[in-house]
């Protein structure tokens, strides 16, 4: 099986998020189809309902509604729906929650804590895949379905608290026997390189044919491919991205609004005025007077 090296980081922009899906079958929203893929991010995964088989580095197993598993960085993984699901006229239906932990900013915020050296040694572990049940999972499974709809320091400390108990919980095994040897991929995700490419030169101009370039791409094929992946065109995906830095430098109060529009790629003032409106519903100077008046809270 081809194994997929990719990020998961760029597409949600957050550090922590918790997704929770249901669908036909077992999928990614950030792959085009079920995929053997490694990331750097760190995964849990509970599965509400449905079955199938999961591949965890050499392991094959079957899971079924109740299967929980945590993995840390870098471990070849997909679940795998049963043949039954993709049937014409099936009514079967797959719910998962998915909780990732962008590994990176992990280290940095518990590295100097001798009061996380628990948690540290359980995601050193979590490269062999580890499998919860019992008690252990039935807590954490009702945690998952209230954070999902939190955010800020309450999901944080939540997760944090989770991380906890999987590192003190004895109702848990590994799935492998030792961590799987860091293989070279098959295939690099040609969107994680575009999307990190446009992110690292937002403020910089920015065309298709040079982004389709390095996805190895024809013009037409990569705005195909990118859709089909990101549910929205690339230019559309490129304002959203400008717009949101735009927010950022205004947000810090020392640039002027021309300023601004430069530093976001954009050479002329009044095509930035409408995009932002567009977006905001408000031109910049008004976002700006708004955000002094309403306290910001940020983690």
């Known amino acids: 099986m081809k194994l997929l090296r990719t990020e998961i980081t760029p597409f949600i922009n957050e550090s922590l998020y918790i997704d929770k899906r249901e669908q036909?079958?077992?999928?990614?929203?950030?792959?085009?189809?079920p995929s053997f893929h490694a990331h750097p991010e760190m995964e849990l995964v509970f599965v509400e309902q449905g079955f199938g088989k999961r591949?965890?580095?050499?392991?094959?197993?079957?899971?079924?509604?109740?299967?929980?598993?945590?993995?840390?960085?870098?471990?070849?993984h997909v679940w795998l729906s049963d043949p039954a699901f993709y049937e014409e006229g099936s009514t079967l239906r797959s719910k998962v929650i998915i909780t990732y932990f962008n590994s990176k900013?992990?280290?940095?915020l518990l590295g100097s804590l001798k009061e996380f050296d628990q948690i540290r040694r359980m995601v050193q572990q979590a490269t062999k895949g580890i499998r919860i049940y019992g008690r252990t999972r039935n807590v954490i499974a009702e945690q998952l379905k209230s954070l999902s709809a939190t955010s800020g320091f309450e999901k944080v400390?939540?997760?944090?608290?989770?991380?906890?108990?999987?590192s003190t919980s004895h109702d848990k095994r590994y799935i492998l026997s030792h961590a799987p040897v860091q293989a070279n991929a098959d295939d690099t995700d040609k969107l994680v390189i575009a999307i990190n490419f446009v992110k690292n030169n937002v403020d910089k101009p920015?065309?298709?044919?040079?982004?389709?370039?390095?996805a190895c791409m024809t013009e037409s094929s990569f705005s195909r491919y990118f859709k089909q992946r990101m549910k929205k065109n690339f230019s559309t995906f490129l304002t959203e991205l400008r717009i949101e830095n735009a927010k950022e430098l205004l947000l810090q109060g020392d640039l002027s609004v021309k300023e601004v529009v430069y530093r976001c790629g954009y050479d002329s003032l009044a095509h930035f005025y409408k995009l932002f409106k567009n977006q905001t519903g408000l031109s910049p100077t008004q976002y700006k007077a708004n955000c002094r008046q309403t306290p910001i809270h940020r983690l």
């Open 55 to 76: 591949i965890i580095g050499n392991r094959v197993e079957p899971f079924e509604a109740g299967d929980m598993v945590f993995i840390g960085s870098n471990v070849p």
């Open 105 to 108: 900013i992990f280290n940095q």
């Open 206 to 214: 920015i065309y298709l044919q040079q982004v389709a370039a390095l």
């Open 157 to 166: 400390n939540g997760m944090l608290q989770i991380m906890h108990l999987i």
């Open 24 to 33: 036909p079958f077992l999928w990614s929203p950030f792959h085009s189809r």
